[in-house]
Structure formats: structure tokens, C-alpha cells
């Protein structure tokens, strides 16, 4: 069964650095999504994209975060310049199509620490 | 804000004791309710969608229902590999999920 890529699976980096959080979604899927969870707490939207550009963002994701379609497989999650409250597990998930009986298919995370 | 609120936030029960997991949520503007399957260091992977009141959907041992306020998850005699974190999700009138903060059942033999 086809699934949600991650890479990758842990990375530690120190306060202020750029992460780049990288994410091969399931191949004829259209909408790509980046979501968080906070150790013990709720899974969070972070964003939404859809034909090369981002439909949605959530308040979390500030002038800090930015997301990329590179080529025809990857999606992409870049944090500019790491906090120490960005450390979280990174989710990346998609659909193939925006209809409410297609479901959203996650990855199984990036857990990001910053130091 | 919508908010979607799961009870109880932990679970333990004996092999082949069932029980029922309960998500409330907000009513207005669901166009969907949504039940995931969170095991540790993992994303969640998808269970069931429910959209309108009196839907039922099974999966084995799992079977989601949905009324006008609130959704359940009924285990059916529950074994030691159904123990997990069970997320649920509302999708209202934007194209994100609003997710509970999940009952983490643990299922001893």
C-alpha cells in the first residue's frame, strides 16, 4: 500500500539554525498538508498547499516557516530560524482529492529537537 | 472556535472487555468526523469518516457512530494489538482537521 515519506525520522539542531523537514507524499495525491504535535499535546494544523501555493495556514505558521514543492515528488517544510518551542513531531499528510471521502494519510513524522 | 473534546483520556481494559471511547464536538459547520489510530513514535493512520447523524462504520473489532453532538468508538472484545492512541477529528467549513486530544487505550491479556 503506498504511504507517506519522511526524512528525516529524527533531527536535533541548535536555536536559531534552518531546518529543512523533507516529505515524499503518496504519488497521485493533489493536496499536501504539514501538521505538529507537541509532546502530550493535541495534533496542530500548520498548512495546506494545492497547485503550488498555500491555501491555508494556521497562526503557528509565522514568517519563519515556509513550504516547497521542489519537483514532482517532494514537499517540503523549512523552519528559518529554529526556536526552542518549535521542537515538536512534524507530520506531513496528503489527499487525493479535496472531497471529505478522500482521507488524509500521514507520514510518520519528523521528530524535531532544538537545543 | 471549533473544538472537538475526547473523553476519557486514558483506558484501561482486560482482553475481551469492550468498551466505548466518546468525542464531543463542535455542531455547527461539521462536514465530517474522522477517527484515526495514533501508535507510539507514529502518524496516524486513518480509521473512519462520518458525516451525518445515524452513520455507523465498522472495522473489525471497531465500530464509529455519530449523533448530533457527539461520536463514539465502540471496541468489541478488545485484544493487546488494538492498544493505541485514538484520535478524533472534525472537519468543518476550511480544509484542515481539528483534532481531539486522543484516549490512549491500553488492552492487557
Known amino acids: 500500500e503506498p504511504e507517506v515519506t519522511q526524512t528525516p525520522s529524527h533531527q536535533v539542531t541548535q536555536m536559531g539554525q534552518e531546518v529543512i523537514l523533507r516529505c515524499v507524499p503518496i504519488?497521485?495525491?493533489?493536496?499536501f498538508y504539514w501538521y505538529r504535535q507537541i509532546l502530550g499535546q493535541k495534533v496542530e494544523f500548520l498548512v495546506s498547499?494545492?497547485?503550488?501555493?498555500?491555501?491555508?495556514k494556521s497562526e503557528i505558521f509565522d514568517d519563519q516557516f515556509s513550504v516547497e514543492r521542489p519537483d514532482g515528488s517532494n514537499f517540503t517544510l523549512k523552519i528559518r530560524s529554529t526556536k526552542l518551542e518549535d521542537s515538536a513531531m512534524y507530520f506531513c499528510a496528503s489527499k487525493r482529492a479535496f472531497y471529505l471521502n478522500s482521507p488524509l494519510h500521514f507520514g510518520n513524522g519528523t521528530r524535531l529537537t532544538v537545543t | 472556535e471549533d473544538q472537538v473534546t475526547q473523553s476519557p483520556e486514558a483506558l484501561r481494559l482486560q482482553e475481551g472487555e469492550s468498551s466505548s471511547l466518546n468525542c464531543s464536538y463542535t455542531?455547527?459547520?461539521?462536514?465530517?468526523l474522522f477517527w484515526y489510530r495514533q501508535d507510539p513514535g507514529k502518524g496516524p493512520e486513518f480509521l473512519f469518516t462520518l458525516y451525518s447523524a445515524g452513520e455507523e462504520k465498522e472495522k473489525e473489532r471497531l465500530k464509529a457512530t455519530l449523533t448530533k453532538k457527539e461520536s463514539f468508538l465502540h471496541i468489541t472484545a478488545p485484544k493487546p494489538e488494538d492498544s493505541a492512541t485514538y484520535l478524533c477529528?472534525?472537519?468543518?467549513?476550511?480544509?484542515?482537521?481539528?483534532f481531539g486530544t486522543g484516549t490512549r487505550l491500553q488492552v492487557f491479556p
Open positions: 455542531v455547527s459547520g461539521l462536514r465530517g
Open positions: 498547499f494545492y497547485n503550488n501555493e498555500i491555501s491555508e
Open positions: 504519488s497521485n495525491h493533489l493536496y
Open positions: 477529528a472534525g472537519h468543518y467549513n476550511t480544509d484542515k482537521l481539528i
